[in-house]
Nanobody
Framework: QVQLVESGGGLVQAGGSLSLSCAAS????????MRWYRQAPGKERELVAA????????TYADSVKGRFTISTDNAKNTVYLQMDSLKPEDTAVYFC?????????WGQGTQVTVSS
């Protein structure tokens, strides 16, 4: 009954913004580090952003630093990815993941398409 339900993907023009949400249930959200990954066709899965359990530390891929922001709302068991100044290279399926020790949970993915 673990679930990660993503929303917010879609089509946006270059330079625009999208906000992704991932609502978690079935596990103790505050104990898990949360991550956003993306995968474009023909490319390997890429870690985009991560936030530590409790939300104290964030990390970002160099390609998105200064443009994307990861955050959590523990009261809502939700992790967000605010995506600004989007580029066509950001086009991918975005997945959220919850990680504690060696255990990972994954969402179903949401498509983000950025047109030039």
């Amino acid at each position: 009954q673990v679930q990660l339900v993503e929303s917010g993907g879609g089509l946006v023009q270059a330079g625009g913004s999208l906000s992704l949400s991932c609502a978690a249930s079935g596990f103790t959200f505050s104990l898990y580090a949360m991550r956003w990954y993306r995968q474009a066709p023909g490319k390997e899965r890429e870690l985009v952003a991560a936030i530590s359990s409790g939300g104290g530390t964030t990390t970002y891929a160099d390609s998105v630093k200064g443009r994307f922001t990861i955050s959590t709302d523990n009261a809502k068991n939700t992790v967000y990815l605010q995506m600004d100044s989007l580029k066509p290279e950001d086009t991918a399926v975005y997945f959220c993941s919850a990680r504690r020790r060696m255990r990972d949970y994954w969402g179903q993915g949401t498509q983000v398409t950025v047109s030039s």
